[in-house]
T-cell receptor, first 110, second 112 residues
Framework: KNEVEQSPQNLTAQEGEFITINCSYSVGISALHWLQQHPGGGIVSLFMLSSGKKKHGRLIATINIQEKHSSLHITASHPRDSAVYICAVNRGSTLGRLYFGRGTQLTVWP | DAMVIQNPRYQVTQFGKPVTLSCSQTLNHNVMYWYQQKSSQAPKLLFHYYDKDFNNEADTPDNFQSRRPNTSFCFLDIRSPGLGDAAMYLC???????????FGPGTRLLVL
C-alpha cells in the first residue's frame, strides 16, 4: 500500500465548478506538499503545509494532522487548471525525501 | 529570474550509449535532487546531494551516477541506458531539505 493515497485518480469538471482533491497518508510527516504538473512535465510547487490552511488565489489547501488528511480545493475552476495534481509528504526522519501520491488528473472543460 | 534549468529538454540515445543530463540552478540552494518519472507514475527519487554529500536511494540502479562539481550544477549520468530507462528526469532544489522543492522543466529521455 502506498504511503500517500490520492483520490480521485481522474476528475472532470465544467468551468466554474468547485473542485476538491483529497490526500491521505499513513506515516508521520513534517510537511505536506501540493504540486501541479502540466503536460510537458514541469512541476510547480503550490503549497507546503504543516498545519491548518493556506490560500493562494483560487487555490486553498487544508491539512488535518490528527486525521492524516489533506485537501486541495480549486474555486471557480478554469480550463487552464487542467493538470495533474500531486500530493507529497516529507517524513520527519528522512531529510528532503518526498513521498509522492500517484496524482490526480484534472480536466476542466469550457 | 532565479530558476532551475535542465538541458537538454529532450534527449534521444541508443541502447547502451552513455548519456549525461544536466541541471543548473541560480537559487543557491544547498540540496539538489534527481527524480525519474515514468509515464502516469509518480516521480521516483534517484539520489540527492546536500551540499557535497551524496545520498543514494537504496533501489537506484548502479547504472545511474551523479556528479555535483559545484553548488550550481548537478549531472545525471546513465552509463548504459536500457529501454526501461526511458522516462522524464526531473531535477529539483531546496534550501535545507525541509522546505519547498523547486523543480526544473525536466528532460525527456528516449532510448532507441
Amino acid at each position: 500500500k502506498n504511503e500517500v493515497e490520492q483520490s480521485p485518480q481522474n476528475l472532470t469538471a465544467q468551468e466554474g465548478e468547485f473542485i476538491t482533491i483529497n490526500c491521505s497518508y499513513s506515516v508521520g510527516i513534517s510537511a505536506l506538499h501540493w504540486l501541479q504538473q502540466h503536460p510537458g512535465g514541469g512541476i510547480v510547487s503550490l503549497f507546503m503545509l504543516s498545519s491548518g490552511k493556506k490560500k493562494h488565489g483560487r487555490l486553498i489547501a487544508t491539512i488535518n494532522i490528527q486525521e492524516k488528511h489533506s485537501s486541495l480545493h480549486i474555486t471557480a475552476s478554469h480550463p487552464r487548471d487542467s493538470a495533474v495534481y500531486i500530493c507529497a509528504v516529507n517524513r520527519g526522519s528522512t531529510l528532503g525525501r518526498l513521498y509522492f501520491g500517484r496524482g490526480t488528473q484534472l480536466t476542466v472543460w469550457p | 529570474d532565479a530558476m532551475v534549468i535542465q538541458n537538454p529538454r529532450y534527449q534521444v540515445t541508443q541502447f547502451g550509449k552513455p548519456v549525461t543530463l544536466s541541471c543548473s540552478q541560480t537559487l543557491n540552494h544547498n540540496v539538489m535532487y534527481w527524480y525519474q518519472q515514468k509515464s502516469s507514475q509518480a516521480p521516483k527519487l534517484l539520489f540527492h546531494y546536500y551540499d557535497k554529500d551524496f545520498n543514494n536511494e537504496a533501489d537506484t540502479p548502479d547504472n545511474f551516477q551523479s556528479r555535483r562539481p559545484n553548488t550550481s550544477f548537478c549531472f545525471l549520468d546513465i552509463r548504459s541506458p536500457g529501454l526501461g530507462d526511458a522516462a522524464m528526469y526531473l531535477c529539483a532544489t531546496s534550501t535545507t531539505g525541509r522546505e519547498t522543492q523547486y523543480f526544473g522543466p525536466g528532460t525527456r529521455l528516449l532510448v532507441l
